[in-house]
């Protein structure tokens, strides 16, 4: 079974307890409901089936509590992928998936989150603004607390022809409170307890040791 993932689109953030037997993923794509780009769900549901694993698709700010709470208990992998950090954080904490996503991971579940999706597992979210649009999470009046399950903040597309400016002065700017951690498009971070790692990819995902 897969134990880490690295993708050649957006920087990947994977955090891990206890990932041997992940079989099943619901993969979160809320973020971009409101993104500009397209982004490329059905890439990943492919390249995740590659690697034996099923996807159920959850749309969080559409589906009831109890549809979200039974398709993440289910799932031995949480995947979120990218787009709007603000929209997509708005979704998780009105919908409480934030809170049922922290309490799986700390079980052991498998997180893998992509741009939006990996800067989203932080402690802060307001990093990013120079990249999202954070009036696209109007609802969160200013709450800018990640879903803190890692003491890590994602800086991704660093390099991009879109995103690689804002990357740029994210990084200058720098945020003392936070342990910014700058990833291309084909790098992801794995965090497994105390322990980090980057890791390069050439293309698409691939199987970890």
């Known amino acids: 079974m897969p134990r880490a993932f690295s993708r050649s689109q957006g920087g990947c953030l994977i955090c891990s307890e206890a990932s041997k037997g992940a079989g099943r993923a619901v993969l979160i794509p809320t973020a971009g409901?409101?993104?500009?780009?397209?982004l490329p769900v059905g890439l990943h549901v492919k390249e995740l089936a590659r690697l034996g694993v099923t996807t159920q698709e959850l749309e969080i700010s559409s589906a009831s509590h109890s549809e979200i709470a039974q398709?993440?208990?289910?799932?031995?992998?949480?995947?979120?992928?990218?787009?709007?950090?603000?929209f997509l954080l708005q979704e998780l904490k009105r919908s409480g998936a934030d809170r049922?996503?922290?309490?799986?991971?700390a079980?052991?579940?498998?997180?893998?989150?992509?741009?939006?999706?990996?800067?989203?597992a932080g402690p802060d979210i307001e990093y990013?603004?120079?990249?999202?649009?954070?009036?696209?999470?109007?609802?969160?009046?200013?709450?800018?607390?990640?879903?803190?399950?890692v003491a890590l903040s994602v800086v991704p597309h660093c390099g991009?022809?879109?995103?690689?400016?804002?990357?740029?002065?994210?990084?200058?700017?720098g945020d003392a409170r936070l342990d910014l951690r700058a990833l291309t498009n084909r790098q992801a971070i794995a965090v497994r307890g105390a322990q980090t790692s980057t890791v390069a990819s050439r293309a698409h995902y691939r199987r970890q040791a």
């Open 128 to 149: 990013i603004k120079p990249m999202d649009d954070h009036r696209k999470g109007a609802g969160l009046r200013g709450d800018f607390a990640g879903l803190d399950l």
């Open 71 to 86: 398709a993440i208990r289910a799932a031995d992998i949480v995947f979120v992928s990218g787009g709007n950090t603000f």
């Open 100 to 105: 049922l996503i922290a309490e799986h991971v």
């Open 160 to 173: 991009d022809i879109l995103f690689g400016k804002a990357a740029q002065r994210i990084l200058a700017r």
């Open 107 to 120: 079980q052991g579940k498998l997180y893998i989150g992509i741009s939006a999706g990996a800067v989203a």
């Open 33 to 38: 409901i409101v993104s500009r780009v397209k």
